[in-house]
């Protein structure tokens, strides 16, 4: 069996010495181009592999980060979690996930898990154990970046979505449509997003003199199930509204097909909007009009905020805001009572 290669070995093949080896594996300090490939040549060459858990215990770095999403089964948060995965993996560091569920005491046992597995550093979906993560970050010293659709309310890194704004956008399409009775489907109460999503709902009536009807406002958790039950309690009222806007694609596809089932035309008879444009949304058959986030860009962003402040360098806090914007497709997008 051939001995395995050490550093040593690694720095008299590349002519180097070893602390320059150290620098490249590392990727610490400054390493000429023509050095770097020199070592990772030599590396390749005598088959060196660094030994990980040392270097991590050396240097307290696990290259690991903690990620939590409300929901991994909602295509939303696991399209972004792919773009987060893939900008960290291009970094060399590892990404370890924890779903939350919405529930501030899962939230907990996420965070709690992520310090036993020593992250260098969390992103975190619109948290709701704000103290918490304040005690992680301020005592425990690992950075954080929060994807939240408000302002951060503390002296933390975050990406923000204006959700706000593409709910308004939404709705304010439908009204110049000529839609007056436009079914909201949401959960008013929590999370965060969904009461983002609200504002912007109830602004476009607003903001063009029209009065919301609450009973309009049906709940909708953003899981399997909601968006059908909703439809059903929407279609059910004495006068049913003729667009239906629900807070994330899930339940809009959703409402689709139960009207479809129940014997509706989309759009003829109700339109259909919905919010994320998750990559379903646009395939033959659904064709959904819905609020697009920037879902990869959004990812990229946490990965490389939270990067840059795992290289130690002071800096002021930094808030990087997106803002979505309107997809329409075939579930809406003529004039209310047009034939064509």
């Known amino acids: 069996m051939r001995k395995a290669s050490t550093i040593k070995d690694v720095a008299r093949e590349a002519g180097v010495g070893i602390s320059t080896v150290s620098r490249v594996i590392n990727d610490s300090g400054y390493v000429s181009q023509e050095t770097r490939e020199k070592v990772l040549a030599a590396m390749d060459e005598l088959q060196y592999q660094p030994n990980e858990i040392a270097r991590s215990l050396k240097r307290r770095h696990t290259r690991s980060i903690g990620l939590t999403v409300p929901e991994i089964g909602n295509p939303f948060f696991g399209e972004v979690a792919e773009a987060v995965e893939i900008a960290a993996r291009e970094k060399g560091y590892t990404v370890l996930f924890s779903s939350t569920r919405d529930d501030p005491k899962q939230e907990e046992v996420g965070i709690d898990l992520f310090l036993e597995k020593q992250v260098d550093g969390l992103i975190w979906f619109a948290p709701h154990n704000k103290s918490k993560l304040q005690t992680v970050l301020q005592q425990r010293r690992v950075p954080i970046v929060v994807i939240t659709p408000e302002p951060v309310w503390w002296d933390v890194d975050s990406v923000c979505v204006n959700d706000t704004a593409g709910a308004y956008e939404a709705t304010a399409h439908l009204i110049q449509l000529g839609h007056r009775r436009i079914g909201y489907i949401a959960e008013p109460d929590a999370p965060t997003y969904s009461q983002e999503r609200l504002k912007g709902y109830k602004a476009a009536f607003r903001e063009h003199h029209l009065v919301t009807d609450e009973s309009l406002i049906v709940r909708g958790d953003f899981r399997e199930g909601s968006g059908a039950r909703a439809v059903e ?94 997809v329409v497709r075939k579930t809406c997008g003529q004039q209310i009572g047009s034939s064509s």
């Open 233 to 326: 309690a929407l279609m059910d009222c004495s006068e049913p509204p003729t667009a239906i806007f629900a807070a994330n694609d899930l339940m809009a596809i959703e409402a689709l097909a139960r009207l479809r089932t129940k014997g509706y035309r989309v759009p003829e008879d109700v339109a259909v909007v919905g919010f994320d444009d998750v990559k379903i949304a646009a395939i033959g058959g659904i064709e959904l009009t819905t609020v697009s986030q920037p879902k990869q860009e959004v990812g990229q962003e946490a990965v490389r905020l939270l990067i840059d402040r795992l290289s130690g360098e002071p800096r002021a806090t930094r808030q990087v805001t997106f803002n979505p914007y309107l």
